[in-house]
C-alpha cells in the first residue's frame, strides 16, 4: 500500500499495535501519561494546555491532533490556547538565544573548563550591541508572551518551566522556576507540570513509532 503522506490522522489507530509488539512498556507508558495528565494540584485544563504547548515544541503532529482536541474538551478558548503556544514560541526561541551566552564564552575562548554556569547568563546583555534591534525585538516579544492575559502569569509561568524541561536549557529552568515562586507556584504544582512534559516527550517518541510502523511495513 503505497502513499506519499507521512501523517495521517488515521495512522493514529496503529498506535495500539505495540500493546502486542512490546505490551508491558506500552502499557507502563499508557498508565503513566493518564496518571501525568490527571486532575491534581493543577487542574486538566491547565495540563491539556500545556501539552498542548509542549507538542508544539516537540513537533508531533499526532499530540498536537489529540491534545488540542482534548483541550477543547476542557472548554478552553482559541485565545487562551493561543497564549499557550506563544509561550512555547518563546521558550523554544529563548532557548536558543540563552545558549547563546556559551557561544560568547567559545568565540572568546575563556578557557573555563565549566559550561554551565548561572553566572553566565549575565553575558546575554551583550546581544543588544552584537545585533541589538533583533535581540530588542526577541526581549519585546518575550515580555508580550509572558504577561498576564487570558492566562494568568502563574500558569504561563508553569507552561514555561514545562517546556524548558522540553528544550533542555538549563538557563530557563533557572529563570522561569525563579518566576514562579515569585508567581506563588507550589512546589508540587512545579512537579506536575515537569510531569506533564515528561508524558509529552516521551509520547511524541511514542507516537511516531507509528511512522517506523509504515516504514517497517513498506507502506511508504
Same mark, same amino acid.
Given at each position: 500500500?503505497?502513499?506519499?503522506?507521512?501523517?495521517?490522522?488515521?495512522?493514529?489507530?496503529?498506535?495500539?499495535?505495540?500493546?502486542?509488539?512490546?505490551?508491558?512498556?506500552?502499557?507502563?507508558?499508557v498508565n503513566f501519561d493518564h496518571k501525568a495528565l490527571a486532575e491534581g494540584k493543577l487542574s486538566s485544563k491547565l495540563k491539556e494546555l500545556i501539552a498542548v504547548a509542549v507538542a508544539h515544541v516537540t513537533g508531533c503532529p499526532y499530540c498536537i491532533e489529540l491534545h488540542v482536541?482534548?483541550?477543547?474538551?476542557?472548554?478552553?478558548?482559541?485565545?487562551?490556547? @493561543?497564549?499557550?503556544?506563544? =509561550?512555547?514560541?518563546? $521558550?523554544? %526561541?529563548?532557548? #536558543?538565544?540563552?545558549? +547563546? /551566552?556559551?557561544?560568547?564564552?567559545?568565540?572568546?575562548?575563556?578557557?573555563?573548563?565549566?559550561?554551565?554556569?548561572?553566572?553566565?547568563?549575565?553575558?546575554?546583555?551583550?546581544?543588544?550591541?552584537?545585533?541589538?534591534? @533583533?535581540?530588542?525585538?526577541? =526581549?519585546?516579544?518575550? $515580555?508580550? %508572551?509572558?504577561? #498576564?492575559?487570558?492566562? +494568568? /502569569?502563574?500558569?504561563?509561568?508553569?507552561?514555561?518551566?514545562?517546556?524548558?524541561?522540553?528544550?533542555?536549557?538549563?538557563?530557563?529552568?533557572?529563570?522561569?522556576?525563579?518566576?514562579?515562586?515569585?508567581?506563588?507556584?507550589?512546589?508540587?504544582?512545579?512537579?506536575?507540570?515537569?510531569?506533564? %512534559?515528561?508524558?509529552?516527550?516521551?509520547? +511524541?517518541?511514542?507516537?511516531?513509532?507509528?511512522?517506523?510502523?509504515?516504514?517497517?511495513?513498506?507502506?511508504?
Amino acid at each position: 500500500m503505497g502513499k506519499d503522506s507521512l501523517y495521517q490522522k488515521s495512522d493514529i489507530n496503529r498506535l495500539g499495535e505495540f500493546s502486542k509488539l512490546s505490551g508491558e512498556a506500552f502499557r507502563a507508558f499508557v498508565n503513566f501519561d493518564h496518571k501525568a495528565l490527571a486532575e491534581g494540584k493543577l487542574s486538566s485544563k491547565l495540563k491539556e494546555l500545556i501539552a498542548v504547548a509542549v507538542a508544539h515544541v516537540t513537533g508531533c503532529p499526532y499530540c498536537i491532533e489529540l491534545h488540542v482536541n482534548q483541550v477543547k474538551k476542557k472548554e478552553t478558548t482559541k485565545e487562551e490556547m @493561543a497564549e499557550a503556544i506563544m =509561550v512555547a514560541t518563546a $521558550l523554544k %526561541a529563548g532557548s #536558543a538565544l540563552a545558549h +547563546s /551566552v556559551n557561544a560568547l564564552n567559545a568565540y572568546d575562548e575563556t578557557g573555563d573548563d565549566e559550561l554551565y554556569k548561572a553566572s553566565y547568563f549575565n553575558r546575554l546583555k551583550e546581544f543588544s550591541s552584537l545585533h541589538g534591534e @533583533a535581540f530588542k525585538s526577541f =526581549v519585546s516579544f518575550d $515580555l508580550q %508572551a509572558m504577561k #498576564a492575559g487570558k492566562l +494568568s /502569569v502563574k500558569e504561563k509561568d508553569l507552561i514555561a518551566i514545562a517546556i524548558a524541561h522540553v528544550t533542555g536549557c538549563p538557563y530557563c529552568i533557572e529563570d522561569h522556576v525563579k518566576r514562579a515562586k515569585k508567581a506563588q507556584v507550589t512546589k508540587e504544582e512545579m512537579a506536575e507540570a515537569i510531569m506533564v %512534559a515528561t508524558a509529552l516527550k516521551a509520547g +511524541s517518541a511514542m507516537a511516531h513509532g507509528i511512522n517506523a510502523l509504515n516504514a517497517y511495513d513498506e507502506r511508504i
